[in-house]
């Protein structure tokens, strides 16, 4: 029977809340959990703000130099160093593409030795997914300052930073990607005879291959980004010039160099979204 809501009488929605009380409160210890988790939340977050000394004073203070920084930046000029900051883009550029390409190569092993259905020993298993961590765990730009000490200021120094970094997050996402793989295309592999380098040649590669292009190609957009950033700590690059500038307080040249990083970064993002509609036949879902 249909009950109306003026039909409902009171033993009606006693009998209701009887049946699933939930849904029209939550128990006592529910609400009590619930409402010492927002206080402390509330304690955190004002921790927070008095640790890093937030005051509203500081806010506008800091907008009031911001200001003038960008009445310092205007108009924005090369001041006769267009050569150096393009030959500094285009190291940065190799930083990130050379990077990126040979984390991609060397996460690719790796992410089949870290998948579960390909490697089942635990033990193994464990010990990779553990060394991955470690190496994506570590910030690239940590990676670069220890580079530098290693072999010396330049791009190469950039370039190892991206690697080993890189290496253990792609990894990872290779290996969880191969985990999520449809087993029935590997079945059929191995009922037509298939050895095990077969079996992951036809029946695994062609499914995660697409995810192995997106990722990297995500990863190349990144990394040039953060390739801008590690000239800073002496790993060469565009970064390089722009902490130079701002040394100095060549504010119109650092908004010029920003300008052109900026625009290197949106060509990527278009190039990279025609090549994986080229490679993957699948339309980009970002803006």
């Known amino acids: 029977m249909k009950l109306t809501l003026d039909r ?7 009998a209701r809340k009887a049946e699933v009380p939930l849904a029209f409160a939550h128990p006592p210890r529910v609400r009590l959990a619930r409402n010492l988790g927002l206080a402390a939340f509330a304690i955190l977050f004002v921790y927070c703000l008095w640790r890093m000394g ?4 500081r806010i506008l203070g800091g907008l009031t130099e911001l200001g003038w920084l960008i009445v310092l930046m205007l108009p924005p000029w090369h001041e006769g ?20 390409l040979f984390a991609s190569l060397f996460a690719i092993p790796l992410g089949f030795l870290g998948a579960r259905n390909v490697i089942p020993n635990w033990l193994f298993h464990f010990g990779l997914r553990r060394f991955l961590d470690t190496l994506r765990g570590i910030d690239t730009l940590i990676w670069a300052l220890i580079f530098v000490s290693v072999v010396g200021l330049g791009p190469f120094a950039g370039i190892l930073a991206i690697i080993v970094s890189d290496t253990g997050t792609l990894g990872k996402l290779y290996a969880e990607a191969i985990e999520n793989i449809d087993r029935r295309p590997v079945e059929g592999v191995r009922a037509a005879g298939a050895n095990r380098m077969q079996l992951n040649r036809f029946g695994i590669v062609p499914q995660v291959f697409p995810v192995i292009v997106s990722q990297s190609l995500y990863f190349f957009e990144s990394n040039t980004r953060s390739a801008s950033i590690l000239g800073i700590v002496g790993a060469g690059g565009i970064g390089l010039q722009l902490s130079d500038r701002i040394r100095v307080n060549e504010w119109d040249q650092v908004l010029f160099i920003i300008i052109m990083i900026l625009i290197m970064v949106s060509l990527i993002d278009t190039g990279s979204r025609a090549l994986r509609l080229r490679l993957i036949g699948t339309k980009s879902t970002r803006p």
């Open 8 to 14: 409902i009488d009171a033993a009606e929605i006693a």
């Open 54 to 57: 937030f005051s509203p004073a």
């Open 81 to 100: 160093f267009l050569g150096d900051f393009l030959w500094g883009l285009a190291e940065t550029l190799a930083m990130a593409f050379l990077g990126t």
